[in-house]
């Protein structure tokens, strides 16, 4: 008689059936289609088959339990539940891509992604916990997060007053984040100068190199943070120049994303930035701190 004991079967109940393997594929027919929601250009952008572009949509809809796009003369239409799962198949297909390069990996529970160009250039950024403010971090960053709490995110309320001259402010818009509003004490002001830091009021954010998938990562904490109303820190080293035309210059910050209002009630993202005392991004050393110009900081008294 043996003495091993039989392993139960696993209730039906508990068993659950692999994701499919060609999910990624079925994914991006079903991204492509609700992005031109034409099938013979989803067909053309995605080098496949009409037949086969049907037959992912109809399989993810199949396992998913809900129909994702509606038909009426030839025309593609997104449902409520199409819609809903939109988003986050686009992260999943943008992440899936850039971790296959290696460039986005977790550190800690955080998400930390990393750039880096044939001529040197590179771009590295890592969310960081927010106890990072209080652990012997910038008294202005402090400040800030102190004020927006006691502010409830009301941009003209008067607890937040003395700190609107060291954020920035942002809008979302059809063509991505615009800013709104630049602090004269801000650390952008002080890395490029007033003028051109006022210049860049009504302008999109400036996206780095790195194709559509990390531009798309790039923006993701000022979706989060929208999304979440919430607050989020993060630490982004990498080369900028000071000047139009001028040579990348090293830069270490770290910055706080709050959910903001303005008068009417609508969405406004305020951005809190100053220069790191250390750097707190795996795999990256602190050498970004010792080649950084000694002006680039905020002046602030508290």
Not at 76 to 103: F, H, N, Q, V
Not at 120 to 147: E, K, N, R, T, Y
Not at 256 to 271: E, H, N, Q, V
């Amino acid at each position: 008689m043996s003495d091993i004991e039989p392993v139960a079967p696993v209730p039906q109940t508990l068993q659950k059936d692999p994701a499919p393997a060609l999910l990624f594929e079925m994914m991006r027919s079903f991204v492509t289609l609700a992005h031109t929601l034409n099938l013979s250009r989803a067909v053309a952008e995605l080098a496949s088959t009409r037949q086969t572009v049907r037959r992912h949509i109809q399989q993810l809809e199949e396992a998913m339990g809900a129909p994702l796009f509606t038909i009426e003369n030839r025309r593609y239409s997104l449902t409520k539940a199409g819609a809903e799962a939109l988003p986050e198949a686009r992260d999943i297909i943008d992440r899936g891509k850039l971790w296959l390069d290696g460039k986005t990996r977790h550190a800690d529970g955080m998400l930390r992604l990393s750039h880096e160009e044939p001529n040197g250039w590179c771009f590295h950024q890592q969310q960081q916990p927010l106890s990072l403010i209080w652990d012997g971090g910038s008294a202005m960053l402090q400040a800030v997060l102190q004020a927006w709490s006691l502010s409830r995110g009301e941009l003209e309320s008067e607890a937040f007053r003395a700190m609107r001259p060291y954020v920035l402010v942002y809008r979302d818009s059809p063509n991505g984040w615009i800013c709104t509003e630049v602090g004269e004490k801000s650390f952008y002001t002080q890395w490029w100068g007033w003028t051109n830091a006022r210049s860049s009021i009504g302008r999109p954010i400036k996206l780095f190199p790195g194709g559509p998938e990390f531009e798309n990562m790039l923006n993701y904490p000022f979706r989060e943070v929208e999304a979440t109303c919430g607050v989020r820190l993060d630490e982004v080293v990498t080369e900028i120049p000071r000047e139009e035309g001028g040579a990348p210059v090293p830069l270490a910050y770290k910055r706080l994303l709050m959910a903001g209002r303005y008068p009417d009630k609508s969405f406004a993202l305020i951005a809190a930035v100053d220069r790191s005392s250390s750097v707190n991004i795996v795999g990256v050393d602190d050498s970004f701190l010792r080649e950084m110009p000694l002006d680039a900081k905020v002046t602030f008294a508290g």
